[in-house]
């Protein structure tokens, strides 16, 4: 919850002319432009549209309307797709063979127009792990011992590094009490960066987190997040290194010798 409250003062904060002009989900199925308001939450009001779209009730648009924006040059310098539950590859809703349906669907339309794909990006994010996908100790800020030291330290400020640690009051009964504890960054989680400029199917090892997709379009439009912690500015990466737009293409394709079997 804290992270959703934080992204929605961030586009609050934002100027309306700099504000995203496309969020598109079969869930919400709304197109929101710079003159109507960016976020509308669908518990807000039972008799809004978006209470029928979150209950996947309108299926089918939002592709359409993705698509139809694609063909006609009218796709917003930057979009938002949240998949219906059905296609989110979560457990019990989904899978990933929808999940990877939806993106296939989503990559068929962005390359249909040559000249849209030629300057796009597509960013597929996830929220988790699964469980047992990492089998590595999972990164976090220093953490403070029994006795109130800290494990580990930081050459950040006190006052910098207090928003990585539970120290705010839990919204809900149903969330953690204040522990002190770090917030992560925790086990890693899988990111696509599929453009034209990112070919080569290599494995970027940079530290990234969720920040990092903001932060990225910090680097491309000249635009400050004032949400993003000094923390994670100073550890996680703006995804610029996943790209090479300069020599997109020099990574040869490697020979493979025919294994030689004798009789």
């Not at 009490?177 to 925790?186: K, S």
């Amino acid at each position: 919850m804290m992270g959703f409250r934080h992204w929605r003062a961030a586009i609050e904060k934002m100027p309306a002319e700099r504000r995203p002009l496309y969020v598109a989900s079969e869930d919400i199925n709304q197109d929101v432009t710079a003159a109507g308001p960016f976020y509308d939450a669908t518990i807000d009001d039972a008799l809004s549209p978006l209470a029928k779209g979150f209950g996947n009730t309108m299926p089918y648009g939002f592709l359409e309307t993705f698509r139809d924006d694609i063909q006609n040059g009218t796709l917003p310098e930057v979009s938002w797709i949240i998949p219906p539950s059905a296609y989110s590859e979560h457990p019990s809703p989904s899978s990933p063979t929808q999940g990877g349906w939806y993106i296939q669907e989503v990559l068929d339309a962005l390359t249909s127009n040559p000249e849209v794909w030629s300057k796009t990006v597509l960013l597929v994010n996830y929220d988790e792990n699964d469980g047992f996908f990492d089998h590595l100790p999972p990164p976090s800020a220093p953490s403070h011992n029994a006795d109130g030291t800290l494990a580990g330290g930081s050459t950040l400020s006190d006052d910098a590094m207090a928003v990585e640690y539970h120290n705010y009051t839990p919204a809900t009964s149903s969330q953690p009490a204040i522990d002190g504890r770090p917030y992560g960054p925790g086990p890693r989680v899988a990111l696509w960066a599929i453009s034209p400029w990112s070919r080569g199917g290599f494995v970027n090892s940079q530290v990234f987190d969720h920040t990092s997709t903001l932060m990225f379009l910090e680097k491309r439009f000249g635009v400050t997040e004032p949400q993003i912690s000094d923390y994670r500015r100073a550890i996680c990466g703006d995804l610029t290194s996943c790209f090479d737009f300069v020599n997109p293409n020099k990574r040869a394709i490697p020979d493979i010798v025919r294994p030689q079997h004798q009789g």
